[in-house]
Protein backbone atom coordinates (compact mmCIF):
# COMPACT_ATOMS: atom_id res chain seq x y z
CA UNK A 1 0.00 0.00 0.00
CA UNK A 2 2.97 2.27 1.10
CA UNK A 3 4.26 1.75 -2.62
CA UNK A 4 1.58 2.54 -4.43
CA UNK A 5 0.82 5.96 -2.13
CA UNK A 6 4.52 6.44 -3.18
CA UNK A 7 3.73 5.64 -7.07
CA UNK A 8 0.46 8.07 -7.03
CA UNK A 9 2.58 11.17 -5.45
CA UNK A 10 5.04 10.51 -7.88
CA UNK A 11 3.14 10.94 -10.77
CA UNK A 12 1.23 13.86 -9.53
CA UNK A 13 4.96 15.19 -9.13
CA UNK A 14 5.84 14.38 -12.35
CA UNK A 15 2.45 16.10 -14.21
CA UNK A 16 3.51 19.05 -11.86
CA UNK A 17 7.10 19.00 -12.69
CA UNK A 18 6.27 18.72 -16.60
CA UNK A 19 3.44 21.95 -16.66
CA UNK A 20 6.29 23.85 -14.35
CA UNK A 21 8.80 23.19 -17.27
CA UNK A 22 6.42 23.31 -20.26
CA UNK A 23 5.20 27.20 -18.75
CA UNK A 24 9.30 28.06 -18.88
CA UNK A 25 9.36 26.78 -22.49
CA UNK A 26 6.65 27.81 -24.55
CA UNK A 27 4.88 30.25 -22.27
CA UNK A 28 1.44 30.74 -20.20
CA UNK A 29 -1.63 29.15 -21.42
CA UNK A 30 -3.32 26.20 -21.70
CA UNK A 31 -3.10 24.14 -24.10
CA UNK A 32 0.93 24.36 -23.00
CA UNK A 33 0.14 23.43 -19.56
CA UNK A 34 -2.18 20.59 -20.70
CA UNK A 35 0.92 19.22 -22.80
CA UNK A 36 3.10 19.41 -20.13
CA UNK A 37 1.12 17.75 -17.68
CA UNK A 38 0.57 15.18 -20.05
CA UNK A 39 3.86 14.73 -20.96
CA UNK A 40 5.09 14.69 -17.23
CA UNK A 41 2.37 12.01 -16.84
CA UNK A 42 4.46 9.87 -19.62
CA UNK A 43 7.57 10.20 -18.28
CA UNK A 44 6.66 9.00 -14.21
CA UNK A 45 4.75 5.85 -16.40
CA UNK A 46 7.55 5.21 -18.30
CA UNK A 47 9.96 5.36 -14.94
CA UNK A 48 7.10 3.09 -12.94
CA UNK A 49 7.44 0.65 -15.67
CA UNK A 50 10.82 0.73 -15.70
CA UNK A 51 10.86 0.21 -11.47
CA UNK A 52 8.12 -2.60 -12.44
CA UNK A 53 10.80 -3.96 -14.73
CA UNK A 54 13.68 -3.99 -12.28
CA UNK A 55 12.09 -6.42 -9.65
CA UNK A 56 13.15 -9.82 -11.28
CA UNK A 57 16.82 -8.26 -10.65
CA UNK A 58 18.57 -9.38 -8.22
CA UNK A 59 19.99 -6.97 -5.77
CA UNK A 60 22.90 -9.12 -5.38
CA UNK A 61 23.27 -8.59 -9.10
CA UNK A 62 23.08 -4.91 -9.07
CA UNK A 63 25.29 -4.58 -5.73
CA UNK A 64 28.30 -6.71 -8.06
CA UNK A 65 27.59 -4.15 -11.27
CA UNK A 66 27.91 -1.37 -8.75
CA UNK A 67 31.04 -2.61 -7.94
CA UNK A 68 32.57 -3.58 -11.07
CA UNK A 69 31.49 -0.09 -12.30
CA UNK A 70 33.47 1.62 -10.09
CA UNK A 71 36.36 -0.93 -10.04
CA UNK A 72 36.36 -0.35 -13.92
CA UNK A 73 36.27 3.62 -13.78
CA UNK A 74 39.14 3.50 -11.74
CA UNK A 75 41.05 0.82 -13.81
CA UNK A 76 40.32 3.24 -16.82
CA UNK A 77 41.69 6.53 -14.85
CA UNK A 78 45.06 4.71 -14.67
CA UNK A 79 45.38 3.31 -18.16
CA UNK A 80 45.06 7.02 -19.20
CA UNK A 81 47.17 8.17 -16.99
CA UNK A 82 49.70 6.56 -18.26
CA UNK A 83 48.92 6.97 -21.84
CA UNK A 84 48.79 10.53 -21.38
CA UNK A 85 52.52 10.48 -20.55
CA UNK A 86 52.54 9.63 -24.32
CA UNK A 87 52.87 12.38 -26.90
CA UNK A 88 49.93 12.87 -28.84
CA UNK A 89 47.10 14.57 -30.13
CA UNK A 90 44.74 15.79 -27.68
CA UNK A 91 41.86 14.71 -29.95
CA UNK A 92 43.32 11.42 -29.76
CA UNK A 93 43.83 10.99 -26.06
CA UNK A 94 40.13 11.79 -25.65
CA UNK A 95 38.87 9.16 -27.96
CA UNK A 96 41.53 6.88 -26.10
CA UNK A 97 39.79 8.15 -22.76
CA UNK A 98 36.13 7.47 -24.18
CA UNK A 99 37.01 3.89 -25.46
CA UNK A 100 39.44 2.59 -22.38
CA UNK A 101 36.61 4.06 -19.88
CA UNK A 102 33.72 2.11 -21.62
CA UNK A 103 35.87 -1.28 -22.18
CA UNK A 104 36.74 -1.42 -18.84
CA UNK A 105 33.40 -0.29 -16.73
CA UNK A 106 32.13 -2.71 -19.62
CA UNK A 107 34.53 -5.31 -18.20
CA UNK A 108 34.42 -4.79 -14.51
CA UNK A 109 30.23 -5.26 -14.56
CA UNK A 110 30.60 -8.54 -16.56
CA UNK A 111 33.42 -9.68 -14.48
CA UNK A 112 31.69 -8.94 -10.96
CA UNK A 113 28.46 -10.22 -11.98
CA UNK A 114 30.15 -13.39 -12.95
CA UNK A 115 32.38 -13.67 -10.08
CA UNK A 116 29.78 -12.07 -7.58
CA UNK A 117 30.06 -15.16 -5.25
CA UNK A 118 33.56 -14.17 -4.40
CA UNK A 119 32.90 -10.96 -3.21
CA UNK A 120 32.20 -12.12 0.44
CA UNK A 121 33.46 -8.61 1.84
CA UNK A 122 30.90 -6.99 -0.81
CA UNK A 123 27.67 -8.52 -0.13
CA UNK A 124 25.17 -6.20 1.34
CA UNK A 125 22.36 -8.46 0.04
CA UNK A 126 23.31 -11.14 3.18
CA UNK A 127 21.51 -9.58 6.24
CA UNK A 128 23.36 -11.30 8.66
CA UNK A 129 24.59 -8.93 11.73
CA UNK A 130 27.86 -10.94 12.74
CA UNK A 131 28.23 -8.96 16.20
CA UNK A 132 28.85 -12.36 18.03
CA UNK A 133 31.14 -14.56 16.50
CA UNK A 134 30.39 -17.61 17.88
CA UNK A 135 26.80 -17.61 16.74
CA UNK A 136 26.65 -20.15 13.32
CA UNK A 137 24.55 -20.01 10.62
CA UNK A 138 22.69 -23.53 9.75
CA UNK A 139 21.89 -23.78 5.86
CA UNK A 140 18.62 -25.98 6.14
CA UNK A 141 17.94 -28.55 3.23
CA UNK A 142 14.14 -29.15 2.04
CA UNK A 143 14.48 -33.20 3.21
CA UNK A 144 15.24 -31.77 6.76
CA UNK A 145 12.30 -29.45 6.95
CA UNK A 146 10.34 -32.47 5.70
CA UNK A 147 11.48 -34.99 8.41
CA UNK A 148 10.46 -32.23 11.31
CA UNK A 149 13.06 -34.17 13.63
CA UNK A 150 15.05 -30.30 13.93
CA UNK A 151 12.07 -28.84 15.59
CA UNK A 152 12.78 -31.26 18.58
CA UNK A 153 16.59 -30.56 18.36
CA UNK A 154 15.97 -27.01 18.60
CA UNK A 155 13.72 -27.38 21.35
CA UNK A 156 16.00 -29.45 23.48
CA UNK A 157 18.95 -26.82 22.96
CA UNK A 158 21.37 -28.85 20.98
CA UNK A 159 21.46 -26.73 18.01
CA UNK A 160 21.26 -23.01 18.22
CA UNK A 161 21.34 -19.96 16.00
CA UNK A 162 20.37 -19.01 13.18
CA UNK A 163 18.23 -21.89 10.45
CA UNK A 164 18.83 -20.21 7.06
CA UNK A 165 16.13 -20.88 4.72
CA UNK A 166 16.70 -20.10 1.43
CA UNK A 167 13.66 -18.75 -1.40
CA UNK A 168 14.11 -22.00 -3.41
CA UNK A 169 13.84 -24.73 -0.68
CA UNK A 170 10.95 -22.54 0.07
CA UNK A 171 9.27 -22.66 -3.65
CA UNK A 172 10.05 -26.86 -3.37
CA UNK A 173 8.51 -26.74 -0.49
CA UNK A 174 5.33 -24.84 -1.84
CA UNK A 175 5.40 -27.14 -5.06
CA UNK A 176 5.55 -30.09 -2.89
CA UNK A 177 2.38 -29.26 -0.71
CA UNK A 178 0.44 -28.44 -3.98
CA UNK A 179 1.48 -31.56 -5.61
CA UNK A 180 -1.75 -33.99 -6.92
CA UNK A 181 -0.39 -36.87 -4.87
CA UNK A 182 -1.67 -37.55 -2.23
CA UNK A 183 1.75 -38.87 -0.03
CA UNK A 184 3.64 -35.76 -1.56
CA UNK A 185 1.25 -33.58 -0.43
CA UNK A 186 0.67 -34.42 2.99
CA UNK A 187 4.53 -34.36 3.38
CA UNK A 188 4.88 -31.08 2.42
CA UNK A 189 2.06 -29.42 4.26
CA UNK A 190 4.26 -31.46 7.00
CA UNK A 191 7.05 -29.27 6.15
CA UNK A 192 4.89 -25.69 6.19
CA UNK A 193 4.18 -26.84 9.41
CA UNK A 194 7.42 -27.54 10.73
CA UNK A 195 8.17 -23.98 9.91
CA UNK A 196 5.60 -22.63 11.73
CA UNK A 197 7.05 -24.64 14.64
CA UNK A 198 10.86 -23.61 14.53
CA UNK A 199 9.49 -19.86 14.12
CA UNK A 200 8.17 -19.97 17.02
CA UNK A 201 11.03 -21.61 19.00
CA UNK A 202 12.65 -18.84 20.82
CA UNK A 203 16.10 -21.08 20.65
CA UNK A 204 16.37 -20.45 17.02
CA UNK A 205 16.07 -17.67 14.78
CA UNK A 206 14.60 -18.61 11.32
CA UNK A 207 15.75 -16.14 8.31
CA UNK A 208 14.73 -16.49 4.77
CA UNK A 209 17.55 -16.02 2.47
CA UNK A 210 16.38 -14.36 -0.80
CA UNK A 211 18.85 -14.91 -3.05
CA UNK A 212 18.42 -17.12 -6.18
CA UNK A 213 21.05 -18.12 -7.91
CA UNK A 214 19.07 -17.97 -11.39
CA UNK A 215 22.05 -19.47 -13.13
CA UNK A 216 22.23 -22.68 -11.07
CA UNK A 217 19.86 -24.97 -12.21
CA UNK A 218 18.91 -27.81 -9.76
CA UNK A 219 18.31 -27.16 -5.88
CA UNK A 220 21.05 -29.25 -4.56
CA UNK A 221 24.00 -27.44 -6.23
CA UNK A 222 22.37 -24.04 -5.36
CA UNK A 223 22.56 -24.86 -1.73
CA UNK A 224 26.32 -25.98 -2.29
CA UNK A 225 27.28 -22.91 -3.68
CA UNK A 226 25.34 -20.80 -1.48
CA UNK A 227 26.91 -22.73 1.87
CA UNK A 228 30.01 -21.56 0.37
CA UNK A 229 28.85 -18.14 0.11
CA UNK A 230 27.72 -18.19 3.44
CA UNK A 231 30.47 -20.50 5.56
CA UNK A 232 27.61 -22.39 7.09
CA UNK A 233 27.00 -25.36 8.18
CA UNK A 234 24.26 -27.78 6.01
CA UNK A 235 21.39 -29.36 7.20
CA UNK A 236 20.56 -32.17 4.92
CA UNK A 237 19.08 -35.82 5.42
CA UNK A 238 19.98 -36.41 1.61
CA UNK A 239 22.18 -38.74 1.26
CA UNK A 240 23.67 -37.90 -1.97
CA UNK A 241 23.73 -34.27 -1.07
CA UNK A 242 25.35 -35.30 1.97
CA UNK A 243 28.56 -36.95 -0.36
CA UNK A 244 29.09 -33.94 -2.80
CA UNK A 245 28.93 -31.73 -0.10
CA UNK A 246 31.47 -32.82 2.00
CA UNK A 247 33.86 -33.45 -1.38
CA UNK A 248 32.85 -29.75 -1.93
CA UNK A 249 34.58 -28.92 2.20
CA UNK A 250 31.22 -27.96 3.64
CA UNK A 251 30.69 -28.82 6.92
CA UNK A 252 27.43 -31.19 7.13
CA UNK A 253 25.01 -31.86 9.63
CA UNK A 254 23.03 -35.27 8.78
CA UNK A 255 20.27 -35.85 11.06
CA UNK A 256 20.07 -39.38 10.12
CA UNK A 257 23.54 -39.89 11.35
CA UNK A 258 22.53 -37.74 14.57
CA UNK A 259 20.14 -40.27 15.31
CA UNK A 260 22.06 -43.57 14.77
CA UNK A 261 24.99 -42.20 16.72
CA UNK A 262 22.37 -42.44 19.77
CA UNK A 263 20.86 -45.64 18.95
CA UNK A 264 21.29 -47.58 22.14
CA UNK A 265 24.63 -50.12 21.32
CA UNK A 266 23.39 -53.13 20.97
CA UNK A 267 26.02 -56.15 21.56
CA UNK A 268 25.79 -59.98 20.12
CA UNK A 269 24.45 -62.38 23.02
CA UNK A 270 22.09 -59.90 24.80
CA UNK A 271 18.63 -60.92 25.83
CA UNK A 272 15.76 -58.86 24.41
CA UNK A 273 12.23 -58.51 24.96
CA UNK A 274 10.13 -58.04 21.45
CA UNK A 275 6.75 -58.35 19.57
CA UNK A 276 6.60 -60.19 16.40
CA UNK A 277 5.14 -57.34 13.91
CA UNK A 278 5.33 -59.67 10.46
CA UNK A 279 6.93 -62.54 8.74
CA UNK A 280 10.50 -61.88 7.53
CA UNK A 281 11.16 -62.66 4.10
CA UNK A 282 12.93 -65.93 4.79
CA UNK A 283 11.39 -68.86 5.63
CA UNK A 284 9.97 -69.38 9.42
CA UNK A 285 11.36 -65.84 9.91
CA UNK A 286 9.68 -62.99 12.16
CA UNK A 287 10.29 -59.09 11.99
CA UNK A 288 10.22 -57.27 15.06
CA UNK A 289 11.35 -53.52 15.92
CA UNK A 290 12.34 -51.45 18.11
CA UNK A 291 11.32 -48.02 19.69
CA UNK A 292 13.70 -46.22 17.29
CA UNK A 293 12.61 -48.38 14.36
CA UNK A 294 15.39 -50.70 14.19
CA UNK A 295 14.26 -53.86 12.42
CA UNK A 296 14.87 -57.39 14.27
CA UNK A 297 15.04 -60.47 12.31
CA UNK A 298 13.98 -63.21 14.03
CA UNK A 299 14.77 -66.62 12.98
CA UNK A 300 11.67 -69.66 13.45
CA UNK A 301 9.87 -66.88 14.87
CA UNK A 302 6.83 -66.60 12.36
CA UNK A 303 4.90 -68.85 14.73
CA UNK A 304 4.81 -66.10 16.96
CA UNK A 305 3.23 -63.59 14.96
CA UNK A 306 1.60 -60.96 17.11
CA UNK A 307 3.00 -62.57 20.34
CA UNK A 308 6.33 -61.20 22.23
CA UNK A 309 8.98 -63.27 22.87
CA UNK A 310 12.51 -63.38 24.22
CA UNK A 311 15.56 -63.12 21.71
CA UNK A 312 19.36 -63.50 22.02
CA UNK A 313 21.02 -61.69 19.39
CA UNK A 314 23.21 -62.96 17.39
CA UNK A 315 24.85 -60.59 15.07
CA UNK A 316 24.37 -56.58 14.34
CA UNK A 317 24.43 -55.41 10.52
CA UNK A 318 25.01 -51.85 10.20
CA UNK A 319 24.91 -50.22 6.73
CA UNK A 320 25.10 -46.40 5.79
CA UNK A 321 20.94 -46.82 5.37
CA UNK A 322 20.70 -47.83 8.63
CA UNK A 323 21.18 -50.39 11.19
CA UNK A 324 19.68 -54.29 11.34
CA UNK A 325 19.28 -57.14 13.96
CA UNK A 326 19.85 -60.33 13.79
CA UNK A 327 18.37 -62.33 16.83
CA UNK A 328 17.11 -66.53 17.89
CA UNK A 329 14.37 -67.76 19.77
CA UNK A 330 15.68 -68.13 23.34
CA UNK A 331 14.83 -71.65 23.90
CA UNK A 332 12.30 -72.95 26.58
CA UNK A 333 13.67 -75.15 28.99
CA UNK A 334 11.32 -77.20 31.56
CA UNK A 335 11.89 -76.44 35.25
CA UNK A 336 13.31 -79.90 37.24
CA UNK A 337 11.87 -82.18 38.57
CA UNK A 338 12.83 -81.10 42.00
CA UNK A 339 11.61 -77.82 41.12
CA UNK A 340 7.87 -79.00 40.82
CA UNK A 341 5.89 -77.85 43.90
CA UNK A 342 5.39 -80.87 46.48
CA UNK A 343 1.86 -82.07 46.48
CA UNK A 344 0.25 -85.26 46.54
CA UNK A 345 1.43 -87.85 43.90
CA UNK A 346 -0.82 -89.50 41.29
CA UNK A 347 -0.71 -92.64 43.43
CA UNK A 348 -1.92 -91.18 46.21
CA UNK A 349 -5.30 -92.06 47.84
CA UNK A 350 -6.11 -95.04 45.52
CA UNK A 351 -5.33 -97.31 48.65
CA UNK A 352 -2.76 -100.58 48.17
CA UNK A 353 -2.45 -102.15 45.14
CA UNK A 354 -3.34 -105.58 44.84
Given at each position: ?????????????????????????????????????????????????????????SLRN???????????????????????????????????????????????????????????????????SRED????????????????????????????????????????????????????????????????????????????????????????????????????????????????????????????????????????????????????????????????????????????????VNVT??????????????????????????????????????????
Amino acid sequence: MTIKFIRVFFLLLSMFCGYYFSSLIGGPGAQTAIFGAAAGLVAGLILIGIEVQLKSVSLRNLSAAAFGLIFGFFMAWMVTLIIKLIPMDQMAYSVLQIVFTLIFCYLGMVIAIKGKDEFNLVIPYVRFSREDQREQLYLVDTSVIIDGRVSAICETGFLEGKLVIPRFVLHELQQIADSSDDNKRSRGRRGLDMLDRLKENPRVEVVIHDEGLMDIKEVDAKLIRLAKILDSYLLTNDFNLNKVAKLEGIRVLNINELANALRPVILPGEVMYVHIRKEGKERNQGVAFMDDGTMIVVDNGRRFLGRSVNVTVTSVLQTSAGRMIFANLVERTEPRREEQPRGKSVQEGRGPQL
